[in-house]
């Protein structure tokens, strides 16, 4: 192994991940004909679509809005079989691209950077990785997603456990079969609300232990008509510009009234209509449903009629109700979710009221009783936002750790969430304080990559071989972000966002609320301005 003063290798860039950002970053680096490494921890490509291969994964965008937009004849040769297509027509899409693309000689797989080191004489960074190689690089590019890093709750006994237990995130490659099989679920989040429908068609029994209920609207997936597929295609063009300028990166707009504004029969209406057609329909239908209290309470109620509407036993119903404000969490889209309740198969148990105890070799035990199973299913989610990036040693100026710096989440501060202060041509993509989680992300993950790919020309171009935010703006941006988050639901709400779902997580809310439309038009003031707020140096 070399040392990390002698490099084996020298490329422009690193990139880690080989997902939506990672594989867009290497395609426009080498375009613009920089040396790039992308290292992968994973055999394939994919991200968070090659591990959450549980049962019923799919994406919660739509399809047509949920790939790249970049290259219009991409966008044109591939076809979505449906609305919400399931992970593995997702991950398929991500191998064609790779191919399409010839990304793969570019990417190491099997390969799980350590330790990224900048070092101030050589102005490069110096890179590890758990193979033992070492590479040195000018750009240090973070690709490693927001939601990937698995988070198993530390429940005692686990280890006893003598049935298999999984993680969603974490998903085998080869099919799990629950045939016949008792198996219980922990978490009612996203990947829970998805993979319990699924998984209780085919086990013998299947026990829910739910913690926080959540609120979760029909997809209502179907398959694209050809009309359809041909609308979005001839108009490829408006469409891009539509997810760019839009908040959320679709081809949703927030409604332009309040939900107060309308009358009891008029708000009826809108949210039966946005009900039946599905997805994020009502989250987008009024403009002030994540800022005002009541506004919210007034949706929220709708849906929480409709769960009692839909689940048979009124105990369970009641269980399955939230009580807390819609859509400051990820608002969750289902494929019969609440139905399931209905079977015969499936039986709910509400852990705040009798929390789970321990596991043991033959199940769980809650506070006032056992459940023997076969196998365990981890729906916890993750360590959000920082978590993968804190599994990375990465070190700046005077060898200060990002971690160190942002005190394990609670001091986070970046400038326009692509870069930090103290960590010189390093750039994240979807990084906290960006607005990438509040929406599609592949439309931010565009942004991102053009973006920084525009920076990194202008540099070379110029002959600067230093860009650094600046203290003051990043203080600038972290207060703005935090004022506008501040303004809304979404800090009054625990969820992954927050960080309140990890035990000893410091708290707080690092994410850009105000939009992918006006985040983008502040990045491109940014470089309108000769890169105002940044510091750029020769050496
Ligand atoms: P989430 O949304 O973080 O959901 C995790 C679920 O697991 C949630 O219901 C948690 O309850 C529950 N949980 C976590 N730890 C425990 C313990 N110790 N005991 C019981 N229940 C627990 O993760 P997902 O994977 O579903 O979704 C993440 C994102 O992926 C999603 O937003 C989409 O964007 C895609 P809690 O609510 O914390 O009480």
Redesign the pocket.
Known sequence: MSSSREPQKQVDAVVIGAGFSGMYMLHRLREAGLSTRVYEAADGVGG?WYW?RYPGARC?SESVYYNYSFSEELFKEWEWSSRYPEQPEILRYLNYVADKFELRPDIQFNTRVSSAIYEEESNRWQIQTDTGESVSAKYFITGVGC?STA?V???KGLDSFEGDWYH??HWPHEKVDFTGKRVGV?????????SIPAIAKEAAHLTV????P?YSVPARNHAYTQEFVDEVKENYSKIRRQMQESAAGLRFIHGERSVLEDTPEERRRVLQEGWDKGGWEILFAYNDLLMNEEANELVAEFIREKIRETVDDPETAEKLTPSSYYGT??A?VDTEYFETYNRKNVRLVD??EA??QEITSKGIRTADDEYELDALV?????D?MTGSLFKIDIRGRDDVSLKGKWENGAKTKTYLGLTTAGFPNMFMLTGPESPS?LGNMPATIEQHVEWVTDCIEHLRENKVDVIEAEDRAEEDWSKHCKELADATLYTKT???YTG??I?GKARGFPIYVGGYGPYRQICDEVTAKGYEGFSLKKV
């Open positions: 968070v959450n919660d939601i988070n709750p530390n429940i969603t995130g922990i978490g009612t989040g996203s990947s829970g609300i998805q232990f739910q913690r926080t959540q969490k990820r969750i852990v705040k929390p789970i981890f729906a916890t989610g993750f959000g989680v625990d969820s992954w309140a779902n035990s």
